[in-house]
C-alpha cells in the first residue's frame, strides 16, 4: 500500500522499537536515509537502530556511529531498498516483514506492507527530511549531515539530472540547519587520495580510441594497482573518465583480475544501452553503467568487448 | 562608492545604451553575468551590449551569441571584474570610465564610480538575479541559463565553500524559470574534449609535490598547449586538480604565457589565504581560489611562489 508523507509521520509517530534496514553494498544516500531517520526517532525518544548486511565505508562511518543497539525490533523499516534482493544475509530475518518503505526508486517492488514511495526525490534522504518536517521535530545539524551527505552522493552535487528545484531548497534549509556541508563536499567530491592520483595518470597514459572516437578504452593492470597502492573500490572515479570524453558514446575500462580474467566497466551516453552490452557476456547492470568479466587473454579480453561495443554502434545506424 | 541591490536596480533603470564589460580569459560567471543582464536590459527595451578582450570558449559562445553591436555607450558597467588590470587592450577605452561594477570579488579595487559588490555571493550571476528580481522583469528561460552557468563554473556546481543557501535557492528559482540545467551540467562537468583529456593526461605527469606533501605544483607549458590544443579558458579544471589529493593544502598550476612570463593559479584549502600569497606578487582573487602573473625564468617563478606558499604554511604554526 501507497502512503503519504503525512500517514508515514503518523505512522512513526506512534511506533516502537524501531529497526532500520540499510541495503547491501551501503552508499551514501541508504546510510544517510538510515542514520538521518534513526537519530530523529532517538529524538523523539524511541528506541531506535540501523542494520546493513555489509561493513559501511569509511567516509560514512560518522554518521552511523552510535547507531547499532540490542533491543529486540517491534517495528521494522526499509530505506532506500527497492528489492528484498538487495537486503544481504543479516537483514534475512526480516524477509517478507517490513512494516514500512521509504524509498526513491521507481523500480520498488512494493515487497513493504506500506511504502513511501517518491521517484521524483532525488535521494531517499529528500524524503526523511520532508518526514522530519511533518513530524515536526528540530533538525539537529548531525542529521542535516546526515541527509545532505544522502543528497549529494545521490545526485552527484547536484550535477545529475535527478537534480530538482525541491532539491535545491532541502540542501539550502540542511545548510541552515548547521550540516557541515563544506567537509562533506570535500570528503566525498574534493579529496583524491595519492594512490588514486597515481593510478588515474597511469591509467590515462593506457587510452586508447576506436570506432572514429566513439568507443575510448582505458586498461588498468593488477601491477599497477599494486604499485600505486589504490584499492578496487577507488577505481569506480577512473572508470567514469573515457565516457565524459567528447564524442565519446562508450566508455570501457578494462581492470585485470588475475590470470587471464578482465572485469570489464562500461559506461555509455543516452543512445546505447549498456547492461545490452555487458549481457553478451553474462554481466548486467544499468542503462547507462554496467559491467562483465570475461576470460582470456587481455587481446582477447579488448576484441571482445570492441566488438560487442562496435556491433552496438552499428545497431544505430 | 558602494551601492546597494536597490540602487543598483534604479540606476540599470535609467540608464541608456549600455556597454557591459566582462574580464580578459572569460569564465563562465563573467560571460553569464554580462550576457544575462544585457538579456535582461535588451528586455526592458534598452540597447545593450557585451565587449570581452578574449575569444569567448565554446561552451560560452550560446549564452553570448548576438549580444554584440555597435552602437555608442552612454553608460559603462562591469560585470565579475575586480580589478582593471583584467580588461586587456580590447576593454582599455574603457579605463577608468566605469559608471558601474558588479562584483563579488572581496579583492575589488572599488575602481568604478558605484560598485555592487557583495563578497558573499559565490558568483556574480547570483547578484544579476537578485537586480532583475529587484527590476521586477520576468525570467526569461534563456537568461536563466546565463545566471546558472555562472552560478555552477563560480561553485565547482555546489561543491565549494562559497556555496550559500542563498546560492541553492536561486538554482531552484532559475530551474523553475525553465533553465536548461541538465544541459548545462552535462556541457561543463560531464564532458571533455580530447585536448582538455590529452593536457591533463601531460599535466599529471608534470605533479611535484613540496613541504611534506602539503604543496603539489602542476607545470603547463606552452609548447604542451599548442601540441594538445587545449586553450586557456578550458584549464580551469586543471588548476583544479593538485588542490584535490588527500593532504595537499596548496595547490599551484603554472602556464608558461610567453617569454618569461608565468600565470599562477593557486587554489587552497580552508586554513591558507590564497588571495594574500597572490597579492605578493600583484595577483587577488578569493580566499580559496586566486592568481597572479610572475615575470623570470620558470625556475625563478616556482622557487618565488613555492617560497611564499612555503612561508604561508609556516606563519600556520
Same mark, same amino acid.
Given at each position: 500500500?501507497?502512503?503519504?508523507?503525512?500517514?508515514?509521520?503518523?505512522?512513526? /509517530? =506512534?511506533?516502537?522499537?524501531?529497526?532500520?534496514?540499510?541495503?547491501?553494498?551501503?552508499? #551514501?544516500? !541508504?546510510? #544517510?536515509?538510515?542514520?538521518?531517520?534513526?537519530? &530523529?526517532?532517538?529524538?523523539?525518544?524511541?528506541?531506535?537502530? *540501523?542494520? %546493513?548486511?555489509?561493513?559501511?565505508?569509511?567516509?560514512? +562511518?560518522?554518521?552511523?556511529? @552510535? +547507531?547499532?543497539? @540490542?533491543?529486540?525490533? =517491534?517495528?521494522? %523499516?526499509? %530505506?532506500? *531498498? &527497492?528489492?528484498? /534482493?538487495?537486503? #544481504?544475509?543479516?537483514?534475512?530475518?526480516?524477509? #517478507?516483514?517490513?512494516?514500512?518503505?521509504?524509498?526513491?526508486?521507481?523500480?520498488? !517492488?512494493? $515487497?513493504?506492507?506500506? %511504502?513511501?514511495?517518491?521517484?521524483? &526525490?532525488?535521494?531517499?534522504?529528500?524524503?526523511? $527530511? +520532508?518526514? *522530519?518536517?511533518? +513530524?515536526?521535530?528540530?533538525?539537529?545539524?548531525?542529521?542535516?549531515?546526515?541527509?545532505? !551527505?544522502?543528497?549529494?552522493t545521490d545526485s552527484g552535487c547536484f550535477a545529475y539530472s535527478n537534480t530538482t528545484p525541491r532539491s535545491h531548497r532541502i540542501a539550502a534549509d540542511l545548510i541552515e540547519a548547521g550540516c557541515s556541508y563544506k567537509q562533506i563536499n570535500k570528503l566525498f567530491f574534493e579529496t583524491k587520495s595519492l594512490s588514486v592520483m597515481a593510478a588515474e595518470r597511469e591509467a590515462l597514459n593506457s587510452l586508447e580510441f576506436h570506432f572514429d572516437g566513439r568507443v575510448a578504452l582505458l586498461f588498468i593492470s593488477l601491477e599497477m594497482m599494486e604499485r600505486t597502492g589504490v584499492m578496487e573500490s577507488e577505481l569506480d572515479g577512473i572508470s567514469a573518465i573515457p565516457r565524459k570524453i567528447e564524442g565519446v558514446e562508450i566508455g570501457i575500462t578494462i581492470k585485470e583480475r588475475g590470470k587471464n580474467e578482465y572485469k570489464i566497466s562500461l559506461r555509455t551516453g543516452e543512445s546505447v544501452d549498456a547492461c545490452a552490452i555487458c549481457k553478451n557476456f553474462g554481466g548486467g547492470g544499468h542503462a547507462r553503467a554496467a559491467g562483465c568479466t570475461i576470460e582470456g587473454s587481455l587481446d582477447e579480453a579488448k576484441t571482445l568487448i570492441l566488438g560487442a561495443a562496435g556491433q552496438a554502434l552499428e545497431e544505430l545506424k
Amino acid at each position: 500500500m501507497e502512503i503519504s508523507c503525512k500517514e508515514t509521520a503518523a505512522f512513526l /509517530q =506512534k511506533a516502537e522499537d524501531i529497526l532500520i534496514l540499510c541495503h547491501r553494498n551501503p552508499d #551514501g544516500d !541508504t546510510i #544517510g536515509s538510515g542514520s538521518g531517520l534513526c537519530r &530523529a526517532l532517538r529524538q523523539m525518544g524511541k528506541r531506535a537502530r *540501523i542494520l %546493513v548486511n555489509d561493513p559501511i565505508p569509511r567516509k560514512m +562511518l560518522k554518521m552511523a556511529e @552510535g +547507531l547499532d543497539g @540490542g533491543f529486540l525490533p =517491534k517495528t521494522i %523499516v526499509s %530505506v532506500d *531498498i &527497492a528489492d528484498e /534482493q538487495l537486503f #544481504g544475509e543479516a537483514l534475512a530475518p526480516y524477509l #517478507g516483514k517490513v512494516d514500512l518503505a521509504i524509498d526513491h526508486h521507481p523500480s520498488n !517492488t512494493h $515487497f513493504a506492507q506500506r %511504502v513511501f514511495l517518491d521517484p521524483s &526525490a532525488a535521494a531517499t534522504t529528500e524524503l526523511i $527530511f +520532508l518526514i *522530519i518536517r511533518e +513530524l515536526d521535530i528540530p533538525l539537529l545539524p548531525e542529521i542535516a549531515d546526515c541527509l545532505y !551527505t544522502g543528497l549529494i552522493t545521490d545526485s552527484g552535487c547536484f550535477a545529475y539530472s535527478n537534480t530538482t528545484p525541491r532539491s535545491h531548497r532541502i540542501a539550502a534549509d540542511l545548510i541552515e540547519a548547521g550540516c557541515s556541508y563544506k567537509q562533506i563536499n570535500k570528503l566525498f567530491f574534493e579529496t583524491k587520495s595519492l594512490s588514486v592520483m597515481a593510478a588515474e595518470r597511469e591509467a590515462l597514459n593506457s587510452l586508447e580510441f576506436h570506432f572514429d572516437g566513439r568507443v575510448a578504452l582505458l586498461f588498468i593492470s593488477l601491477e599497477m594497482m599494486e604499485r600505486t597502492g589504490v584499492m578496487e573500490s577507488e577505481l569506480d572515479g577512473i572508470s567514469a573518465i573515457p565516457r565524459k570524453i567528447e564524442g565519446v558514446e562508450i566508455g570501457i575500462t578494462i581492470k585485470e583480475r588475475g590470470k587471464n580474467e578482465y572485469k570489464i566497466s562500461l559506461r555509455t551516453g543516452e543512445s546505447v544501452d549498456a547492461c545490452a552490452i555487458c549481457k553478451n557476456f553474462g554481466g548486467g547492470g544499468h542503462a547507462r553503467a554496467a559491467g562483465c568479466t570475461i576470460e582470456g587473454s587481455l587481446d582477447e579480453a579488448k576484441t571482445l568487448i570492441l566488438g560487442a561495443a562496435g556491433q552496438a554502434l552499428e545497431e544505430l545506424k
